[in-house]
């Protein structure tokens, strides 16, 4: 068996900070569910396609910005107090499974002397979903909106930039991985390199750092050449 990614491998990037929704797993399908229930309760009707489309390449909160202009039944306080509560409830998440790879990365990386973080622009509910997903414990710490009152946004860079002064993390010793725009974007002005990983590529107008397919090739990029 090759154990090149278990133990002992030299890291090139001793601390990843990771996004979570499209990029630890395919969330998309439960998040266009709970909108989907939102837009219900208003009597709106939208393709699932373009709430996908905006969802990756810009995100909720853009999307729920575009229903405002076209329709004018709701504010945006309006539809995330309602998408919150049926979020909070997780009662679309059945069945989740993370990327193949994805844990055996995150593994290694904590294995081998070093630290994940995650950023996320979703709210509390990322933590029970950690624990569904039984890699909480891989985190050694998590920036997401609501936490101490954070309201700040991808891609603004504000969580990461905390993350950084709070662990002393060494930039060029740093990775970033998501899979939007607004990750590369949120990286680049917090002058973190970036991996995207399984993106859709539309809406990219900054080029990251490196692209991959699938956690094999991550973990390329994490070792030490």
Known sequence: MNNKFNNKTELKYTDVIWDFDGTLLDTYPYVIKSIQEVLSIYGINEPDELI????????????????????????????????????????????????????K????????RGRNFLVTNRTSTVLELLKKLKIDYLFTDIEYIGKDGKRF??????????????????????????????????????????????ADLDGLDLTPDFMASNYKE????????
């Open 153 to 198: 946004w991808k891609p603004d860079p504000t969580m990461m930039n905390e993350l950084i002064q709070r662990y002393n993390l060494i930039k060029d010793k740093t990775l970033s991985i998501g899979d939007r725009p607004a990750d590369v974007k949120a990286s680049s002005l917090a002058g973190l390199p970036i991996c995207l990983v399984n």
């Open 218 to 225: 991550v973990m390329e990029i994490l070792i030490q050449k």
């Open 105 to 112: 990365t995150l593994e290694t990386i904590v294995n081998n």
């Open 52 to 103: 996908l489309k905006t969802l990756k390449q810009e995100s909720t909160s853009v999307f729920a910005n575009l229903m405002i202009e076209k329709y004018h039944k709701f504010t945006i306080e309006e539809f995330f107090a309602k998408y919150n509560e049926i979020d909070r409830t997780l009662k679309y998440y059945v069945g989740m499974e993370l990327f193949d790879g994805v844990q």
